[in-house]
């Protein structure tokens, strides 16, 4: 919707223009999430909101996207037209970031009571984000826990958590034959027995 670079990574340039912008995303977040958004209490008035969807642990991204199309398509046409007021990118960005951060953190947080846990290990290509760090780090100190994070040279496509995941699986005796073997981007990890721990 932005025409935003490839290069190096969208996700990125996404994190990139949010850290300009100064919108605020009007959110059921809980308040720790709020505190911890930099200079939360000099934010104006006027809020852009987007769809705030989380239903137990499960998160729904379709209606926020369509949202965000349209806040996306509405601030271009204002800008267009020489609206001092518009959304710029980065308020885009920034209000998009809160958002799906936000209810990520949620989820976490209970799935961390679920489980008693109080730590929490971001990996993945999202997880190098330092705004979902220091989100989810003022989560997990609340809970006297701790965050677990590393940059993308660790986290980028999951290629190491791949690599060391299928190492485990071999040594336990978990083989695919070539023939067999294909790769399906949709996998969901929750299908995969895990032979290598014990119960």
């Known amino acids: 919707m932005l025409n935003l ?16 912008g100064h919108r605020f995303v009007e959110v059921r977040a809980s308040f720790h999430v709020l ?19 989380v239903k137990g642990m499960d998160v729904s991204f379709s209606g926020l996207l369509t949202a965000a199309e ?3 398509a509405k601030a271009v046409a204002q800008r267009q037209a020489g609206d001092p007021e518009a959304l ?16 990520l953190v949620e989820i976490t947080e209970r799935a961390m009571a679920h489980c008693g846990s109080a730590d929490v290990l971001i990996v993945g290509g999202v997880g190098c984000n330092e705004r979902l760090q220091a989100m989810t780090r003022v989560m997990c100190a609340e809970r006297g826990g701790s965050l677990y994070a590393t940059d993308e040279r660790y986290c980028i496509d ?7 995941t299928g190492g485990l699986a071999f040594q336990h005796g ?11 981007q949709r996998f969901r990890t929750d299908e995969v027995e895990v032979v290598w721990r014990n119960p």
């Open 5 to 20: 670079s490839n290069d190096p990574a969208p996700g990125y340039n996404v994190e990139q223009l949010a850290k300009q």
């Open 35 to 53: 505190q911890s958004i930099p200079s939360f209490t000099l934010f104006p008035l006027r809020r852009s909101k987007l769809p705030y969807t």
């Open 70 to 72: 349209g806040l996306a």
């Open 88 to 103: 710029t990118d980065g308020d885009l960005c920034f209000t998009f970031q809160e958002t799906v951060f936000a209810m």
């Open 158 to 164: 999951n290629g190491a958590m791949i690599a060391y």
């Open 174 to 184: 978990a083989t695919t034959a070539m023939e067999d073997t294909r790769c399906t």
